[in-house]
DNA sequence: TGACTATACATCGATGACGATGTACTGCGG
DNA sequence: CCGCAGTACATCGTCATCGATGTATAGTCA
């Protein structure tokens, strides 16, 4: 798997696992979703539709056009439901570490089966944060904000710092909840909510 | 420009701007940089030196190799140190959405010269992150983690929400001491410091 | 009627990034 | 002396992404 090549296959998998959808709303859901950061392009996202009908993960199925053209709604297949779930259970580590990618994990992981296996992921992304790393370093050994003079790399590790902070805070109280059971997320939405229409 | 072109090549332009540097050293410095989210691998360093050399940005020159292989010392060109301060100065637009991107430009932005065209950029990040933007939508709204039930999507606001509060603020600051003249930040760094080696 | 916008999908060529693999030299431990 | 790790650079084929461009229909406004 090339590095860049899950964020968007994964987001189609997601959307498309909670309902099945024509290739432009998909777009626009996903432009929702990541759009404002890294918007994707039209020749991006169909040519990827075809690569997974390819693989077998979706089906297509032709529609008069209700708007305007003519639509190809997209259904996963069961093949395709697996690989979401696959792709969930055991991401890349680049996905772990790109807040980009993790991002996009997190939008769908709720579809991952059972509470533990959702609890795994979040304690690798756990791990990550609690080593120590920085963007400068002074030989082995990382700086710290006040340690720099640049007012630009002090932001960025302020930034970071406040980020890593409301992160690890939040994963450690939804870990909390994913292991008392009962209270943990069960995923209420894949295959029961067809509106996929506004 | 293509929207994966800019970051590899901005810290390769950013972080010569500050000494010579040769290829293998230059690729430390940017996994130290940035490796930990996203790593860079060496079959794409290598070809990047090569388009910069050749689009005469940068100029290599041979070295009987101090520890071990032959060594092409990297040296910016009066076009790459122009191209730097371009870079810096009129950023793609993805340059400041995505974070990723952003604290790449972050790092070497004390190499653009005078406070002001600093703070212009600092203020399109700004422009950007006052915007109200969600991940998720009802319709048009965004929508807020409160009135989502998906816990691992409320992660994502949260953070996403903490990691605002905490760069409006830093912004904020900074802008104001680099608009109160005699505390802004000059670039005390570029071709100055020349203790490339370890 | 004609211009324009939104919907909906598609292809093409260019190119940047990737993993795999190769070369060659130095220094160290066993 | 041999193997291995680290240094240092390079190429190759594959592939995902991109902008540009094209096609077609439906609805809106002047």
């Known amino acids: 798997m090339r590095q860049n090549a899950g964020m968007l296959e994964l987001a189609i998998l997601g959307f498309l696992y909670e309902a099945p959808l024509h290739g432009y709303e998909l777009r626009k859901r996903i432009t929702a979703l990541t759009g404002h950061v890294r918007p994707v392009a039209e020749s991006t996202l169909y040519p990827a539709i075809k690569r997974l009908e390819k693989a077998g993960l979706l089906a297509r199925e032709m ?3 209700a708007a305007a053209a003519p639509r190809h709604m997209l259904t996963l297949t069961t093949e395709g439901r697996a690989e ?3 792709r969930l259970a055991e991401p890349e580590q680049v996905e772990i570490t790109d807040e980009n990618r993790w991002f996009t994990l997190l939008a769908f992981l709720r579809h ?3 509470a533990d296996r959702q609890a795994e992921v979040l304690r690798r992304r756990l791990r990550f944060l609690d080593e120590p790393a920085s963007f400068f ?8 904000a006040e340690e720099l003079d640049d007012p630009f790399r002090q932001g960025i590790l302020t930034i970071a710092r406040a980020t890593s902070a409301a992160e690890l805070k939040w994963l450690r109280t939804t870990l909390r909840s994913l292991e008392s059971p009962g209270t943990g997320s069960r995923d209420v939405t ?3 909510d067809l509106t ?3």
Do not use: I, K
Request: charged share 30%; aromatic share 4%; hydrophobic share 30%.
């Open 196 to 198: 996929a229409e506004a």
């Open 190 to 192: 894949g295959a029961t």
């Open 137 to 144: 370093y002074d030989g082995e050994r990382p700086l710290r």
């Open 63 to 65: 529609q008069p056009g």
């Open 84 to 86: 979401l779930v696959r």
């Open 112 to 114: 991952l089966p059972e």
